[in-house]
């Protein structure tokens, strides 16, 4: 018991994810009043947010009927209390400078009044708002971020490796197409190689090889020089790497990291027109990105859905203006049904099949959010995954915790699974050279 906290939780973790009212064993978690008129603010919206909202509310209108709320309700299962703090009393205060209106100065103000209240045990104020942590401890109040998932390593998977060969590896290679455990020991050279993964080989004596490993070997590339014929010529290993990924069926889940201007959307949409006109792998394209760091819901922009769309999809339209040299190409995939737009806030119930799924930013969703759009891939498809980790713009998240690097990490051993990092900018020397220095 002396190693028990009151962890008092701000609305942003619950809506971050609806599971942390339960989650937290062994502690006394106690939600402000606030928090309680924050979320029903949330409940009546689209996707996500109001999912999690309606989830905490049914769960504690259970909790309930288990006892009085105002005290505390114990779940045995993880030795965790509930309660909710009533902030109705003259006790608690706003601190001087701190403006009562504001939700999050109510929510700190309780977090110091039961910090006072009980001064043996520790006080937390768990949040994903950093401008909130900065303010309880400049008050005095430990603040901790909530992690359901993040990466825990500063190293993030690149999904290449480097690996020195003798001159007869590399003649056996370009002979053969491969190298097999019968010519090379795996274990020796490339201790903890993951499947699908970039290959750069190097000879004693200065050659050199580009492949892929898969089960158990290393392949030549096929798919990068077939695309030459097609208009789609790669213009650094990374890309090349990137096609090889993108055009083979087998690999169904696809994540293309990089700087702005590396080619990530335009290699992507390319190889997706690509199986829809030449091979007809896939019946259709699928769009699809969070809407979240544009700060307004889509209800306030006017017309249709595609119409509400339209401001997210620009990078897309400009790939398809560049590589057809107008719209019209791709206004009468749209017309034909052949181009879907799918925001993820309306995207659960649905299901994906023989499609080909492109989310964009994907560095602004949360996990929660990648997972729902990935559990909608159905039978005969592919989803790509396309981001810059390191330009997260959502408030709640960031480089370790958004969606798309938990996704990279946990994914990475899987066979139906590949991951390169585009290193190189492409769209011009003046953003290559901002994406440097800026």
């Known amino acids: 018991m002396s190693n028990r906290k009151i962890l008092v939780l701000d609305t942003s973790v619950l809506l971050y994810d609806k599971e942390a009212i339960h989650s937290l064993p062994g502690n006394d978690v106690v939600i402000p009043l606030t928090v309680l008129d924050e979320l029903d603010r949330f409940k009546e919206k689209k996707g996500l947010l109001g999912e999690n909202a309606r989830y905490v509310n049914r769960f504690l209108d259970v909790l309930r009927q288990e006892g009085t709320l105002e005290k505390e309700v114990l779940l045995e299962k993880n030795d965790q209390t509930i309660r909710v703090e009533i902030e109705s009393s003259n006790e608690i205060a706003v601190p001087e400078g701190l403006n009562p209106g504001f939700a999050d100065n109510r929510i700190l103000a309780t977090a110091l009044y039961l910090q006072g209240l009980n001064p043996k045990k520790t006080t937390k104020l768990i949040t994903k708002d950093i401008n909130l942590r900065v303010k309880s401890d400049a008050l005095g109040v430990p603040a901790e971020d909530y992690y359901k998932d993040h990466i825990e390593t500063d190293t993030f998977y690149s999904g290449e490796t480097e690996i020195q060969f003798s001159n007869q590896n590399v003649e056996t290679f370009f002979a053969e197409g491969r190298l097999t455990e019968d010519d090379i020991n795996l274990e020796e050279l490339a201790p903890g190689i993951l499947e699908n993964q970039l290959v750069l080989g190097s000879g004693a004596a200065g050659g050199s090889l580009l492949g892929i490993y898969k089960s158990g070997s290393i392949e030549r590339l096929h798919y990068s020089e077939a695309n030459k014929s097609s208009g789609i010529e790669p213009r650094n290993k990374e890309q090349k790497f990137a096609l090889e990924l993108l055009n083979d069926p087998s690999i169904q889940l696809v994540t293309l990291t990089g700087i702005a201007g590396s080619g990530k959307t335009f290699l992507t949409l390319l190889s997706a027109m690509g199986h829809l006109t030449g091979t007809d792998t896939y019946k259709r394209i699928v769009f699809t990105r969070s809407i979240e ?37 791709f206004e009468c995939m749209m017309q034909k049904g052949q181009i879907d737009i799918a925001p993820l806030s309306y995207i659960r119930g649905r299901t994906f099949n023989d499609s080909f799924v492109i989310v964009d930013e994907a560095q602004n969703a949360t996990i929660h959010e990648l997972k729902t759009v990935i559990t909608r891939i159905g039978n005969g498809s592919k989803i790509v995954l396309l981001g810059d980790t390191d330009q997260v713009d959502t408030p709640y998240i960031d480089s370790k915790s958004n969606g798309l690097s938990i996704i990279i990490e946990k994914f990475k051993d899987s066979s139906l699974t590949g991951h390169i990092r585009l290193s190189r900018g492409q769209r011009s020397d003046i953003a290559t050279l901002a994406s440097k220095i800026l």
């Open 293 to 329: 760091p544009v700060g307004r819901d889509l209800g306030y922009l006017p017309g249709d859905i595609d119409e509400k769309m339209s401001p997210w999809l620009a990078p897309i339209v400009d790939n398809f203006r560049h590589a057809f040299g107008d719209t019209s190409y």
